[in-house]
């Protein structure tokens, strides 16, 4: 199945934004819910089952100056096996505008077993512009071993790179859920936040292990709170055992007026 | 150009970089228990040589590709700003740079003319595998071995360091380095053909422990490694 949808967001002159174009196709469906503070929240509804390896999905949103949009998903996706040798692809291409803000605050991603899945994000952010983008990880569905996924997120800042992370687990990917990468963890993930009225925030870790003072209990997970090159962008990553401890991990905590996670 | 011994010495744990210092995040997963043994040793290496491994292997060739272009310090920063943006873990940064300024400390006394001064970086220092490209290069080495060392060290630098740390059997742990030398030959080949293209575009293989441990392990007061 081959699908593209867009999403563009303009201002209205009195400071509102609107939807100069919403469009999608099954699977990959747009509706506009009503939004708060003058910005715009739109769901992106899955109309069909997947992403199946041969899929080929592309959405492209486009934020232009001043506008505010926050992208939600209404279920986890899950990526499921399709014609032997077939790889599913859901491209994603974003452009942010200075003094525009863009929330990309999706469902997780699933990985079942035998899936074949390149989730690949290219973001654009102009000097001046907010970006709070996250990514979340599944390996496998309950006690199931995940196929293989690459989770790609490139962005760029007033032209320059800010982040670039490929995760890629599975069958084929040799030690990803050893030592040096996951450690076992099946869920994984992590958050970007890009903002000019707030600059990055100083490194923080949780390496998660036994809680002091008590014998059994256990923080799960670990999280660390890491200051970009150019001090610009804070990304928060994270592994976990299941997929709301993931979520708890990648919910920023900052001082001050905190942008809303979900 | 015969070029088999110096890809020997440019390989060898024993060139004057001060490498011995590091274990590749090793001390920390240690101390998070996460690394006790053997096999955990093996798997670890394994997920790291698929990971920094491929990433710094990379940027060593792409480095090594860009020393006889005419706008050299221009790719070179061009590489200095992607390598930034794949190490989101700062005392990563700090440790490649750091790493960066004890090798071109040797590559400056070695090959005097070399085109160092064209190294980005500034106080901080270069990343490692950016000097390593034009160390190799002045070595005249080829971008395969110059890929081929840099992997190769990514892998043998926290090996020996597990021999220290978990008092493993040295036999076993080179014995997990022999099984490991296909995966290195491989990553070296995917990692010079990767610097083909363009800067955007090379590897960046993530791994969210490596970023969590290090900054955890640079909070330490006492520890064995400086990374």
Redesign the interface.
């Known amino acids: 199945m081959r699908a593209a949808a867009r999403l563009v967001a303009r201002t209205d002159g009195r400071g509102r934004t609107v939807l100069a174009e919403l469009r999608g196709e099954p699977p990959l469906l747009l509706r506009q819910v009503p939004g708060r503070d003058g910005g715009v929240t739109v769901y992106v509804v899955g109309g069909a089952a997947g992403p199946l390896a041969g899929d080929d999905l592309r959405l492209d949103v486009e934020v232009g100056r001043g506008a505010v949009v926050r992208v939600h998903t209404v279920a986890a996706s899950v990526a499921l096996p399709g014609r032997p040798g077939a790889v599913s692809r859901m491209r994603v291409r974003a452009s942010v505008a200075e003094g525009a803000s863009l929330h990309w605050l999706p469902e997780q991603l699933v990985a079942a077993t035998g899936c074949a899945h390149l989730a690949d994000s290219r973001v654009m952010v102009a000097d001046g512009g907010t970006l709070l983008w996250r990514d979340e990880l599944i390996c496998g569905r309950y006690g199931e071993q995940p196929g293989d996924v690459v989770v ?1 997120t ?2 760029d800042h007033a032209g ?9 687990v599975g069958p084929d ?4 859920s ?6 076992g963890a099946p869920a ?1 993930g ?1 958050l970007l936040l890009l903002d000019p009225a707030r600059p990055a925030a100083p ?3 949780d ?1 998660g ?1 036994p809680v002091a003072g008590t014998a059994s209990r256990e923080r799960p997970g ?3 709170r ?5 001090d610009a962008a804070t ?1 928060w ?3 976990a055992p299941d997929a709301d401890t993931l979520r708890q991990h990648l919910t920023p905590r900052l001082p001050g007026p905190v942008p809303a996670p979900t | 150009m015969p070029t088999s011994s110096m890809l020997l010495l440019l390989a060898d744990g024993r060139f004057p970089a001060g490498a011995h210092a590091h274990s590749g995040g090793l001390e920390a997963a240690v101390a998070a228990g996460r690394v006790t043994d053997l096999g955990t040793l093996g798997e670890f290496l394994r997920g790291r040589l698929a990971t920094a491994g491929l990433v710094g292997a990379a940027f060593a060739a792409a480095a090594h590709r860009a020393v006889p272009t005419a706008d050299r310090a221009a790719e070179l920063g061009r590489l200095d700003a992607e390598l930034d943006a794949r190490t989101a873990a700062p005392a990563l940064r700090t440790v490649s740079r750091r790493q960066g300024r004890a090798l071109l400390r040797a590559g400056r006394a070695i090959w005097p003319y070399a085109p160092f001064g064209d190294l980005p970086g500034g106080a901080a220092g270069p990343h490692q595998p950016l000097v390593f490209g034009l160390l190799a290069a002045a070595a005249g080495l080829s971008r395969t071995e110059t890929a081929l060392a840099a992997a190769h060290g990514t892998v043998t630098g926290a090996a020996s360091a597990g021999v220290r740390l978990l008092g493993l059997d040295p036999y076993h742990v080179q014995a997990l380095l022999i099984a490991l030398a296909g995966a290195c030959d491989t990553t070296a080949a995917d990692a010079a053909r990767a610097a083909d293209g363009p800067p955007e575009e090379l590897p960046a293989a993530a791994a969210p422990l490596a970023d969590i441990h290090a900054e955890a392990h640079v909070t330490w007061e006492v520890r064995l490694f400086a990374s």
């Not at chain 1, 890491?226 to 150019?230: R, S």
């Open positions: 790609r490139t962005v320059r790179p800010l982040l670039r992370q490929s995760l890629a990917v040799p030690g990803w050893g030592p040096a990468v996951l450690g994984t992590s490194p923080e870790v390496l292990g670990a999280v660390a890491l200051p970009l090159a150019g990304l990553t994270a592994t």
